[in-house]
């Protein structure tokens, strides 16, 4: 069956880097589009960015200059980087693929940013 692993979370201070990557299993990859979403504790889970098959990318308000998606076709991959990062993104990220046949998420993974 489809499968999403996520990678790259931790811990870090305000105003470091965190690269997060998505290895996608058994699905056309390239077909996809492929997107990160986040849950802090007590909220709802939320869009972060999307990356589309022909390559456009779209992203929150909050991700805006801060956030990059990319993806690697060959690698079945794709990469969040998150640069600024403030306490407000510590969240789990979880990782999607969408396309007509299927939805499908990752388990997430936890990012923790301190102050």
């Known amino acids: 069956q489809v499968q999403l692993v996520e990678s790259g979370g931790g811990l870090v201070q305000a105003g470091g880097s965190l690269r997060l990557s998505c290895v996608a299993h058994?699905?056309?990859?390239?077909?996809?589009?492929m997107g990160w979403y986040r849950q802090a504790p007590g909220k709802q889970r939320e869009f972060v960015a999307s990356i589309y098959d022909n390559g456009n990318t779209n992203y929150a308000d909050s991700g805006k200059g801060r956030f990059t998606i990319a993806k690697d076709n060959a690698k079945n991959t794709v990469y969040l980087q998150m640069n600024r990062l403030k306490p407000e993104d510590t969240a789990v990220y979880y990782c999607?693929?969408?396309?007509?046949?299927?939805?499908?998420w990752g388990q997430g993974t936890q990012v923790t940013i301190s102050s």
């Open positions: 999607n693929a969408k396309w007509v046949s299927g939805d499908f």
């Open positions: 058994r699905i056309s990859f390239s077909l996809y589009t």
